[in-house]
């Protein structure tokens, strides 16, 4: 197995940072191209390792090659690199120069791989495309849950790569905890992604930011995604809303960053017996892992037990089951603000805890308690003002969404996958969509450069075509 | 004085982060014209209290107000909101829904003040300006090398804000070290800047990275700014270089960040003694605190002793000198490799180490001991190629230059003030020009939102004629 020093140092003499836009998006297609060439292969050994369905893990190597195409054209439309050029002006105090400024890759980037999604967030996934897009060689830290297919998927890009012409040490795959303990502390590693647990995350932010010279640690760690539902909109829809819910929450056994694990429904409406209602649709499933399995079955026991909370679908004695059983749970307000230690904590898996809310001052009470998430969702009705109420989850979540469900993460300019702490270490970036790429640049400025130390986006002519930012005016 | 705990309650209560663009732009030019109104009766006091020249913080005024007003100009424009708007598409895996983001100002930033800027670094400087620009609240900690510059500019920056109508808790000043402690670590602020000493950058790092919820800690801490002369460059024009040398590196008592502090003269060429013979245009400044006149003595006093070390330029007896006289050394490049620790530090205050190179494999190899720097310089001749000498100055600083001298930070959008640990601590983004707004930032994504929850930068109409990215394609 390769050690962490000799990956890193194969990093970073690979020169990946020197490589050209057109020669990344060359590799990140030729990456996509073999995921979808052993598409077969691939999915038959994930799904041996995590329990997923055939299914899913088929359309997550469709959305995986998507992703690393995806960036391809984010960086061949070149606006990312926010290139920038200023004429003198002598007359300002203090003069000024000229200026010529771009982002360039940070340098090596270590990758933590998610258990959840074996492909999109793991060895090839979002941190490892918007790496190696910026121009960053990147070292991934398989997860443990799925470490045969972690293995064939770098042996896969490692061939593709050389083919495509990438230079050796552009990506390695190391495995085990110590090996991850060590690549965020070496001095070589520039940056990090991390996916995973708060506990785990914690510890690797802590290494990271301990360092004689800190690098970034961006990691995404938990994330309750609220859920509110307004009286009309239950009034209205209650049903349809109730099965959208629990489709929502036990997709793929409810193991999503994205899950909505807290519903807040009016305490006047029937919405908890109509998801009652919608619940036995709701399909057991095998979790990734053995430990996700028994802290799935703790937390809902002890929140069973709790003598405020009603099982609205559970299975039939309320005790774990294999595979697992999805849970539903209902509280009144009280009850949480009473204990939110309790209430308002992450379940990785199919659970969810509806909230019964007796009107909006308790319901704004309840949200002022809650940690950072991902996402926040409003389900209202045509006209309705949630102004207000989206104010408050704006603060909250990085993505605000309407009549909708939070699972399903689309891949786009648009999108934000990230939150305040805990939903990521630091909400100023996306893990997900074009953005994702910003997370591995640092700017320079080139100040009266002669332009044969230029970079080509950088020259006056704009061989490339990018867009710029000329004397403060953004030409495209 | 305002405790810490009411400063931050304040600053979150005020809802700073719902005014708009245009109202905030307001306040920046009150906060302007109010310095500008002000300027002799602040020059007066800033002078009594920091030993700089009236006619360089007369300069540093206009330079304030200028970036304060450009600041307002940026947000007036608005492009740095990163406004996108995707439209819907099932047919991708995963569907993408409508998705609208834009930047949205993080919440209240505490700004830790520079000494060595008393008006352009410190309470109203790049930092608070920046902040408030993005829609952030701000407290700064005072620094104490200005108590009553900064008490009174406080007093009016309090005064124009209320009077252009910006709510009470936009602005506040706090003082002493435990206040600053106590800022950091408070669970309402969230982002911080810092411009000052590696030892207090690091100290206020690591409480912001230890705190329940880490917070981003944007710290200028101490740079070394080498700059790289070509032996063409000094045979054309050793003489004119050596002037500018000394003009730079003694520049208001060499107490810039930007301060050349260590150049690179071919071993073959004079360029010693040309130094020799600019010397004497050196002129003596008292330094802001006895602190810094007493390290800045010690660490000339530490080089002088070395035996391989050549007096180039230093007051008569080679001591300490009470205003400080500017300091020049030189040493062989094997010296400085046989004792980097010794050789390759910052020395806040007029003092420059030249080291003498053998050739270009033996720069690159003192280059390569080289901790990050704010600033890297090239004198060079018209035809040389530098491109190697560039790529390698590229790694270590944020901002390379040509032919001239790194001192004076024009504000530009093509600026970048910031580079690899410690120049910053965190590399990806500027503290000056245009992009330091970035830092306060944070993204949200509104998914099939109703229009009426939607920030007017983000409806269809685009009421304001911002510049935004719809479906991939960025529109001026």
Redesign the interface.
């Known amino acids: 197995m390769l050690s962490v020093a000799a990956a890193v140092d194969a990093a970073v003499g690979s020169g990946v940072v020197?490589a050209s836009r057109t020669e990344r998006a060359a590799w990140l297609e030729a990456l996509a191209a073999t995921l979808e060439a052993h598409r077969d292969e691939l999915v038959a050994l994930a799904a041996s390792e995590t329990q997923l369905s055939e299914a899913r893990l088929t359309?997550e190597v469709?959305?995986t090659a998507?992703q690393l195409r995806f960036f391809a054209?984010v960086i061949l439309?070149g606006?990312y690199l926010?290139a920038?050029?200023?004429e003198p002006d002598l007359s300002?105090?203090?003069?000024?120069?000229e200026?010529?400024?771009m982002l360039?890759p940070?340098g090596p980037v270590a990758v933590y791989a998610a258990s959840n999604f074996p492909f999109a967030f793991s060895v090839l996934g979002n941190d490892t495309a918007s790496a190696l897009a910026a121009g960053c060689p990147v070292v991934v830290k398989a997860h443990p849950g799925h470490p045969q297919l972690s293995r064939r998927v770098a042996e896969l890009a490692t061939a593709a790569l050389a083919e495509a012409g990438a230079p050796a040490g552009t990506f390695a795959l190391v495995e085990g905890m110590d090996a991850g303990i060590a690549l965020v502390q070496h001095p070589g590693i520039r940056a990090a992604g991390f996916t995973g647990s708060e506990a785990g995350g914690r510890a690797l932010?802590?290494l990271a930011?301990?360092r004689l010279?800190?690098i970034?640690f961006y990691g995404e760690l938990g994330s309750l995604n609220p859920v509110v539902l307004t009286t009309a909109a239950v009034a209205a829809r209650g049903g349809e809303i109730a099965a959208g819910l629990v489709g929502s929450f036990t997709r793929d056994g409810g193991q999503y960053c994205t899950k909505p694990g807290l519903v807040f429904a009016p305490a006047s409406s029937n919405f908890v017996a109509q998801v009652a209602e919608a619940y036995p649709a709701a399909v057991a499933q095998r979790l990734l892992t053995a430990g996700m399995t028994a802290n799935f079955a703790r937390i809902a026991g002890e929140l069973a037990a709790h003598p405020a909370v009603e099982l609205v679908g559970a299975p039939g004695d309320g005790e774990a089951s294999e595979p697992s059983q999805p849970v539903v749970v209902a509280v009144a307000a009280e009850a949480v603000l009473a204990d939110p230690e309790l209430f308002l904590r992450e379940c990785f898996g199919p659970l969810t805890l509806i909230v019964r809310y007796r009107d909006e001052a308790q319901l704004h009470q309840v949200l002022g308690c809650i940690?950072?998430s991902l996402t926040g969702t409003v389900h209202?009705e045509?006209g309705e003002?949630?102004?207000g109420l989206?104010?408050v989850l704006?603060e909250i979540a990085?993505?605000?969404?309407?009549?909708?469900w939070p699972t399903?993460?689309?891949?786009?300019?648009?999108?934000?996958h990230?939150g305040?702490?805990?939903a990521t270490?630091?909400?100023?970036?996306?893990s997900v969509g074009?953005?994702a790429i910003?997370?591995w640049?640092?700017?320079?400025?080139?100040?009266?450069?002669?332009a044969?130390?230029l970079p080509a986006e950088l020259l006056d002519a704009n061989p490339h075509g990018i867009?710029r930012?000329v004397?403060?005016v953004?030409?495209?």
């Open positions: 020197r359309g469709t959305r998507f054209g439309e606006s926010e920038t050029i200023d300002l105090i203090p003069p000024r120069p200026l010529r400024r360039r940070l932010f802590d930011c301990a010279a800190p970034p940690e950072g209202c045509p003002d949630v102004t989206t104010a704006v990085g993505r605000v969404l309407f009549n909708g399903g993460v689309a891949i786009a300019w648009g999108q934000q990230g305040p702490w805990p270490t630091a909400a100023i970036h996306s074009a953005t910003r997370r640049l640092t700017p320079i400025s080139y100040q009266e450069a002669p044969s130390v867009p930012r004397n403060g953004l030409i495209v």
